[in-house]
């Protein structure tokens, strides 16, 4: 099989190679392509696979390409993990928001409304080349924000695109070892969209374990999110709540964080990144170290995990990361996981981002959530389960309202529907700062010119 890599430039790529070089069964992938706008990029990350492969038996042949056409051209599979603006995109969304003093996260809140207005007019435009170029391609998607990115690619893609997240199988891994128990053994009933869902229960052999959990303070604290929301708070809402919920039922905690920290997590990455992309690109030692470069990517990867979402553990306390959280990745397996299913019709249960069809009654069919989904040659589809905890119902509808409203803004060029995105937005909640935010954020990005109507 071949598989295309959009934004294949990108640092996370090495994981998704990981999991290739892992896998050695029937239907297994054999090409990969990167396509990245960035031809050095694309060459850095070119070294560390190179690197990563060495000693592998028949490793997948990758090949690189800034031609998007040629890049989907002959897919079976095509990753999309594009970032529109880059890294310091990300640090500009964070930083505007600030200054108005709301949360400005990549997904969540302005930020994340920013970041699908510059997204989904791209994301668009490749769903409609793929359609034409790759009729038959399956499209998974990794740019955020996953949910209202895949829900827009739909237009041109249908049940074509699916999009994943590492967030719901990391918390029922954790949630699993608290309880003592296999994570392979565990069915986890979730439900939300994405970075907004909710884990409602936790069964093994067609019991739910998640009351004995609640029950049980040393268990409760023992695992990142129930040292992050409080075991108090865990047992009133009687589910546990995907991590990047943390920035509503702490939204004051996170905003003062943010604000007194000594920089935001997207100034970080985009200067921890470009270190390595820049001592990569100037790197001429003849001959090369063994493995230079996966060692300085690898080194960079677990810096990059050590601190993920510090600004939340510092707010409530929690100090570091537990050990088992550093490898990273998840969402690769996810993905080879999704991919085994689709290619040899071996039917898997897979927490995805799929049009709902009814699992969330109070959303329309065609509204992307995030729920475990029955997967095979037809692609996936929700399963019954758990409804939406009373508390989330009103949220996750507010929440898709606003991603709705930022698909409309993108699609149609009006200015008044991304302003009315960040005005209803609950962690804005005023039309007087949409307006400005939107009018620096316009005057920051140039792929926010198309808003004039």
Not at 31 to 57: C, F, M, P, W
Not at 239 to 249: I, K, T
Not at 349 to 378: F, K, Q, S
């Amino acid at each position: 099989m071949r598989l295309t890599i959009l934004g294949g430039g990108g640092f996370r790529v090495p994981l998704v190679y990981r999991a290739l070089l892992g896998d050695h069964g029937e239907g297994r992938v054999t090409e990969v392509t990167l396509y990245d706008l960035d031809a050095s990029r694309l060459t850095t990350i070119r070294k560390v696979l190179a690197d990563q492969s060495a000693g592998h038996r028949d490793p997948p042949v990758v090949t690189v390409t800034t031609d998007l056409d040629e890049a989907v051209t002959g897919a079976d599979f095509v990753f999309s993990a594009i970032r529109v603006g880059g890294l310091a995109g990300r640090a500009a969304d964070e930083r505007i928001a600030l200054e108005e003093g709301v949360l400005g996260q990549e997904t969540v809140g302005a930020g994340g409304i920013s970041y699908g207005l510059r997204t989904v007019p791209v994301a668009r435009e490749i769903a409609r080349r793929i359609a034409a170029l790759a009729p038959d391609a399956w499209v998974i998607n990794f740019t955020n924000p996953a949910g209202m990115v895949t829900e827009a690619m739909t237009a041109h893609l249908g049940d074509r695109v699916i999009g994943i997240c590492d967030s719901p199988v990391g918390l029922g891994r954790r949630v699993a070892g608290a309880l003592g128990v296999d994570p392979a053994r565990a069915r986890l009933d979730y439900v939300g969209l994405n970075h907004l869902g909710w884990l409602c229960g936790l069964h093994v052999e067609g019991r739910d374990l998640l009351p004995s959990l609640f029950a049980n303070e040393t268990a409760l604290a023992s695992f990142e999110e129930g040292r992050l929301f409080g075991a108090d708070l865990l047992r009133t809402l009687g589910a546990l709540p995907n991590e990047y919920l943390h920035y509503y039922y702490f939204n004051r905690e996170s905003v003062d964080s943010a604000r007194t920290a000594e920089q935001t997590r997207g100034a970080f990455l985009h200067s921890q990144q470009q270190r390595f992309y820049d001592a990569m690109g100037t790197a001429h030692e003849e001959p090369p170290a063994p493995r230079a470069a996966w060692n300085a990517w690898d080194a960079t990867r677990l810096e990059r995990e050590t601190t993920y979402m510090a600004e939340n553990r510092e707010a409530v306390g929690m100090g570091e990361r537990d050990s088992c959280d550093l490898e990273s990745g998840g969402y690769e397996q996810v993905a080879l996981s999704l991919m085994r299913a689709i290619a040899l019709d071996e039917r898997a249960t897979l927490i995805l981002n799929v049009r709902g069809r009814g699992r969330i009654p109070v959303l329309d069919d065609d509204a992307v959530i995030e729920a475990p989904c029955h997967v095979d040659a037809n692609g996936a589809r929700p399963i019954s389960g758990a409804p939406l905890p009373d508390h989330g119902t009103g949220l996750v509808c507010a929440v898709k309202a606003v991603e709705r409203a930022v698909i409309h803004a993108a699609t149609t060029g009006e200015r008044a529907h991304a302003v009315k995105a960040l005005t209803i937005h609950p962690l804005i909640d005023s039309y007087a700062v949409a307006k400005r935010l939107l009018d620096a954020y316009q005057r920051h990005f140039t792929e926010l010119a198309y808003l004039n109507r």
